[in-house]
């Protein structure tokens, strides 16, 4: 079998080190309101995410901390360009 350079990444793939979408690149995402989860270790909030793009609609749940996560990779990678800040994590 021959090396076509082309590499399964879950939905995507990558094609000799270039990122190629699994989809038209078409995708709405809306935040919602946090909801509180109570757990024996602590309490915790969880922000509601649905969506829906050219595969499909889209539903899960983040803690704050990966927001902040992907707004820190977000600023790394795009210097320059703005990213709106995260509201405070205090309700």
């Given at each position: 079998?021959?090396?076509t350079g082309?590499?399964?990444a879950?939905t ?5 080190g270039?990122y190629?979408p ?8 809306a935040?919602?309101?946090?909801v509180?989860?109570?757990e ?5 909030h969880?922000?509601p ?7 499909g609609r ?5 803690r704050?901390?990966?927001?902040f996560e992907?707004?820190e990779a977000l600023?790394?990678r795009y210097?320059g360009?703005?990213?709106p800040p995260l ?5």
């Open positions: 079998m021959a090396n082309v590499t399964n879950g995507n793939c990558v094609v000799s270039l190629v699994q989809n038209d690149g078409y995708m709405e995402l935040v919602g309101a946090p509180l989860k109570k024996t270790l602590g309490d915790y969880e922000y995410i649905v969506g829906l793009d050219s595969n889209i539903e899960c749940s983040r704050f901390n990966l927001f992907f707004r600023l790394q210097a360009l703005y990213i509201p405070s994590k205090k309700l």
